[in-house]
């Protein structure tokens, strides 16, 4: 393990360093960067060694970006903005108009670099982080490459996190690999996914290969089916127009659903270096069985919000949204019927989900085990029993339940369901938190554990291609086929019911 990766796991602040935010006048930054920077700060977590540059098209100066900025992070941060920590990050913060693609940006960046590094002595250190639409992720990385500013010198980094989404296809994602491998070192790239913040995400590894109990049925054995879903109640809200070129799989399932599928399912690894860990992740995206044309017919669900049916909570429809084409066939929900072809989960269906203008918003890890021989209580008034179910709740609340079968009090031999829950906040309480704060202190301190490598990237789109290709060739004919406020369309239902199971804790009623 890496002297970093210690420091990092024992809670010291991470090494001096900028943080460049391209993109820092925008929403992302607003509501999650700046807040997650704060609760970093309030934590003892930045050194002091320390400075952000914001980076964006508006014209204003330093100052009134501060001004701005102190009044977003008094309204929106998590916790609130404790005075002591807001006026130190203030401090440390100065603001860069002018155009991305623009060299004379460039030249004026490399002066402001260098003046943070004289005044905060950040080492020369740099983070690049890049908060800004898609279509501008190579341009930035060139222009940064050509200005120099990319260098990384004897123990001088220079780490650049790219959000998502990473490509729209697999052409186009490894189109952006190669493009980036030119300026950059695959160490120096930090694809980031909000989602591998989340505390029940990261225990993930914790729960499965630090308790003796789980590990050993965690396997074909034992378990039925494995469920993801990611809910979400709110519809397209401003970004339909880049939905009618997304739509939810592209969205959501290269990436959010199949990095919680792949620490789901992935084998031990040999330690928790990053490398160790992406390795057996990737290993799982390779292991998903290819999904054949006539399987994507019978394996796969899309699905566009209507309108609300219920009176009481009003929604339109997805193709009455602002910026939608009225005819639109983007798909605001999906379901996939997948099979990871290895030793340990052959024959055992995963099923994903993910939705808009659904009727809860949660996003869960659901382990059903397989039923035990009823032999035993032939005879009895046990009719049958419920299957035990593991559920990993990563949102809104963050926990864990397990629900198990126990015999009601009496003299006749009935059981009865019990479920045992823990909690996060209940167990460590509240910590104020946006989800980035682990990954933002992660590539601070150099550990891309919880990031996705170039590989991870092109073969999460490698699954989906096959679907698309269908899709596109058969445009939907049912849209919108499912109210707002529902769990979804039906045929999400019948792809379980097919298999005699069905979705936990849902149904298709409004």
């Not at 049958?384 to 339940?401: A, C, K, R, Y």
Request: aromatic share 10%.
């Amino acid at each position: 393990m890496t002297r970093n990766k210690i420091e990092s796991r024992r809670g010291q602040p991470g090494a001096p360093c900028a943080v460049a935010i391209f993109g820092a006048s925008g929403d992302l930054a607003k509501r999650k960067l700046f807040p997650a920077l704060l609760n970093l700060r309030r934590s003892h977590l930045l050194a002091d060694g320390f400075a952000v540059l914001g980076l964006a098209t508006s014209d204003m100066t330093s100052q009134a970006f501060r001004d701005r900025l102190a009044g977003e992070l008094r309204e929106s941060a998590p916790g609130g903005a404790e005075p002591e920590s807001l006026q130190w990050l203030l401090d440390r913060t100065d603001y860069l108009p002018g155009d991305f693609r623009s060299p004379e940006l460039y030249r004026r960046l490399q002066e402001a670099l260098r003046d943070v590094e004289a005044r905060r002595l950040t080492g020369g250190n740099v983070v690049f982080y890049l908060a800004t639409p898609p279509d501008l992720f190579g341009d930035i990385v060139d222009r940064l490459g050509a200005a120099d500013l990319t260098k990384e010198d004897g123990d001088r980094f220079r780490r650049v996190i790219i959000e998502k989404p990473f490509g729209n296809s697999y052409d186009s994602a490894r189109e952006l690999n190669v493009r980036l491998r030119k300026i950059l070192a695959e160490p120096q790239i930090y694809r980031i996914d909000h989602y591998l913040g989340k505390e029940t995400v990261q225990n993930l590894l914790v729960f499965r290969f630090a308790n003796g109990i789980f590990e050993p049925i965690w396997n074909r054995r034992y378990i039925d089916n494995v469920q993801i879903t990611v809910a979400e109640t709110v519809g397209v809200e401003q970004r339909g127009r880049y939905y009618e070129k997304a739509g939810a799989l592209r969205d959501m399932v290269p990436n959010h659903l199949f990095q919680l599928l792949a620490l789901t399912a992935m084998e031990p690894p040999s330690s928790f270096e990053a490398e160790s860990v992406r390795d057996e992740k990737i290993k799982v995206l390779r292991s998903i069985q290819p999904f054949a044309p006539e399987d994507v017919l019978t394996r796969t669900v899309r699905g566009q919000y209507g309108a609300s049916g219920d009176p009481a909570h009003p929604a339109v429809a997805y193709r009455s949204e602002n910026r939608v084409d009225p005819r639109s066939d983007a798909e605001t929900y999906v379901a996939l019927k997948l099979y990871v072809d290895n030793w340990r989960w052959a024959d055992v269906p995963f099923y994903l989900r993910t939705g808009k203008r659904l009727i809860a918003h949660h996003t869960d890890v659901t382990i059903t085990f397989r039923r035990p021989p009823h032999r035993l209580f032939r005879g009895t008034e046990v009719a049958g029993f419920t299957p035990n179910v593991m559920v990993l709740h990563l949102q809104p609340d963050e926990g864990i339940s397990l629900s198990f079968q126990a015999k009601v009090p009496g003299p006749v031999v009935k059981t009865g369901g019990v479920e045992m829950d823990f909690n996060y906040a209940d167990h460590f309480g509240r910590t104020p938190s946006t989800g980035y704060e682990t990954l933002l202190y992660d590539c601070i301190c150099g550990d891309p554990t919880l990031f996705q490598r170039a590989d991870s990237v092109e073969d999460g789109w490698s699954v989906v291609e096959p679907i698309l290709d269908v899709w596109r060739a058969l445009p939907a004919r049912s849209f919108p086929n499912y109210p707002a406020g529902s769990w979804g369309p039906r045929e999400a239902d019948d792809l379980l019911a097919r298999d005699g199971r069905a979705w936990h804790l849902s149904t298709t009623e409004p």
